[in-house]
């Protein structure tokens, strides 16, 4: 049942009702006069109306906007306001537009009626056609702002809802893990409540539950169902729910926490597999959104243009403009939807001191810190220059401060050489030459280096993934019969081979000269970089500050990692499939258009030369632009080589550019093709 409900079971605490289930106040015209005085004409209608607006609090609040709905909607109709001023100038210019143009002159009645108002509108007709269109366009912008503005807490609410459910069952995990090492449960929240740095909105959320019990004084069952009443989540409120149940009951909360993990964790994979239909669905509106339909009307267009139709500007636009957008817009829908089922990119916090003594927020405002962050970018910097390889290695986007340059230069010396197309005629002499030359050259010189160095780091994560879990449940074995977790380490690095091996060995040297071994394993995580792993090893930090019984934690980690390999390995196998159904689809429009090119317009080219047409015949072929076509099909294959790719790198990890390795196939692909033919 939804928590906006009045007939609810569960009642709402007082400080629900009086925001989200708020009455209008019954004032007096005095009363009245003394809000509008304090608070404006504006921001006095909302507060007395706030019955009309319970959602949009709830939905501020559920997104953390940190204000009151009546406060927000002022703001909210003074940039409405902006926009309509804004929407007015931009009317008035096209209407004056229009009218120049004799637009608004050739306006005539739909209805041939007289009377004397319709004389009036006739003789003034551009002046009430460009007043009307004026305000039209005015009211269209204030409206649009007015509405989005309104609207934007519900989609920020939404997406919180997304990356809670998505973080909850591995923030579950790490709950259980400390309350099965001995903390108590408020000390369990409170840890979460800390680690926004690897749990996000969930920590967030149980944020909410500490200050609640430690600012205003409530009990944790209390502050559970307040929270539990104002999460976004259904997930979370369901957890929150039976949490209270089994404090109120008495129950093991530790075993809860193993049972919910479990829990939460099928229902994860449940929630991917029918994200990944989504995914194949998308996929298939794809190729007959973008490869089948597209290659009908080419063909057809160019058919109607041989003819004696004029849709040569139409073909350009829709290979120029309509596809690239349409693939664009289409990448942008796949990235919103895959977003929530993907590990953001984290760095976990280091505490400042190694016991933990210094308080982050005073030492970033002083000015040695700053001093110290502005040295350390200089460094990076330098430490660029020295070993670009190296950084670029870490930083695969990096190589494109090396490729950019020599891109221009490239196109510098073609220039130089007088083989590149400056204007239009220029390249449609050479339609692949210089496509090649102006285009295709630059793409490749940077994307081939960023796909290549960007493949190795996605590799050894892959492999740091893959191995991790192994890892850790070696460490928890070893450790249960008595060995040291350093000693542990340096027997398992023995048998680890590559840069896996390297970090364990610094771990390991880590804990043994600083002895500090949550700070190391920080420090082990955010130097790994793999997001899959930052809250694994959140997880093992804390668990090592509470017990000192570590296998236990390292059993826990080494399955919560486990499940987060397994849910990204079902992914890869998944999408597979259809990323070889988006590949074989560009495949069958790129031998489509070489079957066109070949079959087609060559014959016609030979014919224009070899047989002039005759005075009065249906079809003259010595019109038809053929080295026009002839650019455009390149162009359209290589727009489609791009695209193609790129979306076969979304499906598979929701990156760009782990596609960019099939965007340059393909695109290298086409020139292969058009080359030979």
Same mark, same amino acid.
Request: zero cysteines.
């Given at each position: ?24 106040? /019954? ?14 004409? #504006? ?67 739909? &209805? ?8 009036? &509108? ?13 305000? $039209? ?30 973080? =909850? ?46 600012? *205003? ?21 369901? $957890? ?12 093991? #909360? ?20 029918? *994200?990944?239909?989504? =995914? ?22 160019? #058919? ?25 817009? *289409? ?82 010396? $073609? $220039? ?70 350093? /000693? ?21 040297? /880590? ?12 420090? *082990? ?30 059993? #826990? ?39 066109? /090119? ?67 196939? =393909? ?8 080359? &030979?033919?």
């Amino acid at each position: 049942m939804s928590s906006l409900d009045p007939e609810r079971e569960v009642p709402l605490p007082e400080y629900e009702i009086s925001q989200y289930f708020p009455r209008d106040p /019954d004032l007096t015209p005095a009363e009245r006069t003394e809000l509008r005085e304090e608070y404006g004409y #504006v921001r006095a209608y909302f507060k007395t109306r706030p019955n009309r607006h319970r959602d949009l609090q709830r939905w501020l609040n559920q997104s953390r906007a940190g204000t009151t709905y009546d406060r927000y909607l002022t703001r909210t109709v003074y940039y409405a306001a902006i926009a309509a001023v804004v929407g007015l100038l931009a009317g008035a210019i096209i209407a004056v537009g229009l009218d120049r143009a004799g637009v608004l002159a050739g306006l005539t009645a739909p &209805v041939d009626v007289g009377g004397g108002l319709v004389e009036f &509108v006739a003789a003034n007709k551009v002046w009430i056609a460009g007043g009307l269109l004026t305000v $039209f366009t005015a009211a269209v912008f204030g409206g649009a702002t007015w509405s989005f503005r309104y609207y934007y807490p519900r989609q920020r609410v939404d997406r919180r809802r997304q990356r809670i459910n998505f973080v =909850l069952p591995h923030a579950i995990v790490f709950m259980y893990a400390l309350s099965h090492s001995g903390m108590d449960l408020l000390q369990v929240l409170k840890k979460l409540a800390r680690s926004k740095d690897a749990y996000g909105a969930v920590a967030e959320e149980f944020d909410m539950v500490v200050r609640d019990v430690e600012l *205003f004084g409530n009990d944790l069952y209390t502050a559970l169902r307040n929270a539990r009443n104002l999460t976004p989540s259904d997930n979370l409120e369901q $957890f929150l729910d039976d949490m209270v149940s089994v404090l109120e009951s008495g129950g093991n #909360v530790t075993r809860f926490f193993e049972d919910q993990s479990e829990r939460y964790m099928n229902r994860a994979r449940d929630e991917q597999e029918d *994200f990944l239909e989504t =995914l194949s669905l998308l996929s298939e509106v794809f190729i007959v959104g973008f490869v089948a339909a597209p290659l009908f009307l080419i063909v057809i267009l160019m #058919v109607i243009a041989i003819l004696g139709g004029a849709s040569l500007g139409v073909l350009g636009a829709l290979i120029y403009g309509i596809i690239p957008l349409g693939m664009a817009a *289409f990448l942008v829908v796949v990235s919103v939807i895959s977003d929530p089922y993907v590990h953001p990119e984290a760095t976990l916090e280091e505490t400042p001191g190694r016991n933990g003594d210094l308080d982050a927020s005073d030492l970033r405002e002083s000015v040695a810190y700053q001093e110290y962050q502005q040295a350390k970018r200089w460094t990076r910097i330098r430490e660029f220059l020295a070993a670009p390889v190296a950084m670029i290695r870490q930083t695969p986007a990096y190589s494109l401060v090396v490729t950019a340059p020599i891109a221009v230069i490239a196109l510098a010396v $073609f $220039f130089a050489a007088g083989s590149l197309p400056t204007s239009a005629d220029a390249l449609l002499a050479t339609p692949i030459g210089g496509t090649f030359r102006l285009v295709v050259v630059p793409f490749l010189v940077m994307a081939v280096p960023l796909a290549f160095f960007h493949e190795i780091k996605r590799g050894r994560e892959l492999v740091v993934t893959e191995r991790f879990p192994d890892t850790l449940n070696i460490l928890a074995s070893a450790n249960q019969m008595g060995i040291d977790l350093v /000693d542990a380490l340096a027997m398992v690095s023995q048998y680890t081979a590559g840069r896996f091996a390297d970090e364990l060995r610094l771990l390991r040297n /880590d804990i043994r000269w600083n002895n500090d071994m949550p700070a190391a394993l920080i420090a *082990f995580g955010n130097r790994v970089g793999v997001p899959d792993l930052v809250r694994t090893v959140k997880l093992i930090a804390e668990g090592s500050r509470s017990t000192g019984d570590l296998s236990r934690v390292l059993s #826990v980690a080494a399955e919560d990692a486990r499940n987060r390999y397994r849910l990204a390995r079902n992914r890869s196998r998944a999408m597979s499939s259809y990323v070889a159904v988006v590949v074989i689809g560009y495949l069958v429009y790129l031998m489509v258009i070489v079957l066109v /090119d070949t079959s087609y317009l060559q014959p016609i080219a030979a014919l224009s030369v070899e047989s002039p047409t005759t005075p009065g015949a249906p079809i003259g072929f010595t019109d038809v632009p053929v080295d026009t076509y002839r650019l455009l099909f390149f162009h359209s294959v290589l727009v489609q080589g791009v695209g193609s790719g790129l979306l076969a790198g979304k499906l598979t990890d929701n990156s760009l550019l782990t596609g960019l390795k099939y965007s340059v196939l =393909l695109v290298a692909l086409s020139v292969i093709a058009f080359t &030979v033919i």
